[in-house]
């Protein structure tokens, strides 16, 4: 088995102490480690954020990318390459504001790769301003006299766009959490996993006390992850929060579905060098 050591490098985030990304980073390779994959199995992709450098403090393939973009090189990547293990890192702003649209389609396009979105309720890195989850009234730099706008829900938003696995951890429940990354990533299609994580510097509501005496374990109370109408009841719960697998859907990949690519990934299919019959198709 590989070690959680082996997807060390020899820089250590400068994430705030404290922040809910050393729970996500840690989770991460705590999985890669218990699936017994190597750094060259896999590739990391980012947008930017808080959680933007982690490509650079793990040690895999990776690559970070451009606001609310890591979507469209993750899927890129995998149907590129089929036998490498594609996992995204994003944030509320980046993927549910920014990059909004590309996470409607990539529910629906259904490509077999794991979404993990670190929830914070805020745009952390640009100090604190409101973003698409933060809660009505919620006092920020930008909105001093209280958001005004409805807060985006994604599970509910991924469910009806036809995402296939759909979750949500706690970044200080560290066993459930990697439980949730395993089960992504061996699903077969796209997974999207929300996880709840305090930004201890600028959200001054969402902290760890508070999302602990509201966070309870989903599975534990018997819900039917094949119910697609029950898990899109249960993401509308507020008050208490469920974590654990909301839905697991069946349908082929994208990669399965297509005809160009069920036989063979890019990467080894032969390149035609003899351009010149498509050519002539535009004459």
């Not at 100090?127 to 994604?154: A, C, I, M």
């Not at 309870?216 to 008050?239: I, S």
């Not at 697991?248 to 297509?258: A, I, L, V």
Request: aromatic share 12%; with cysteine.
């Amino acid at each position: 088995m590989t070690d959680m050591k082996d997807f060390n490098v020899a820089e250590f985030p400068t994430w705030c102490p404290g922040c809910g990304n050393f729970g996500i980073w840690t989770a991460l390779k705590k999985t890669f480690s218990e699936m017994d994959l190597k750094p060259e199995d896999c590739a990391v992709i980012s947008g930017v954020g808080c959680h933007g450098k982690f490509p650079y403090w793990f040690r895999s393939y990776g690559f970070s990318g451009l606001h609310g973009r890591p979507l469209p090189l993750a899927q890129g990547a995998k149907i590129a390459n089929h036998k490498l293990n594609v996992v995204v890192m994003s944030g509320d702003g980046d993927c549910y504001g920014e990059g909004g649209n590309h996470f409607i389609h990539a529910c629906r396009r259904n490509v077999d790769i794991t979404l993990i979105v670190h929830n914070n309720g805020n745009y952390g890195l640009t100090t604190g301003q409101y973003s698409p989850t933060s809660r009505q009234e919620y006092k920020s730099k930008t909105s001093p006299f209280g958001v005004e706008e409805l807060p985006v829900n994604p599970l509910m938003t991924s469910l009806t766009m036809g995402a296939t696995f759909v979750a949500r951890g706690y970044a200080g429940n560290m066993p459930l959490l990697v439980e949730l990354i395993k089960k992504g990533m061996q699903h077969k299609g796209f997974a999207h996993i929300d996880v709840l994580q305090p930004c201890v510097t600028f959200n001054k509501i969402d902290t760890y006390e508070a999302l602990n005496s509201r966070v309870y374990d989903l599975n534990k109370e018997g819900h039917d992850t094949k119910d697609w109408k029950k898990a899109f009841e249960k993401a509308q719960e507020n008050e208490r929060m469920p974590i654990g697998v909301f839905y697991e859907g069946d349908r082929p990949s994208f990669e399965q579905w297509s005809p160009q690519l069920k036989e063979t990934a890019l990467v080894e299919k032969k390149l035609q060098p003899d351009v010149r019959d498509l050519l002539e198709g535009f004459y």
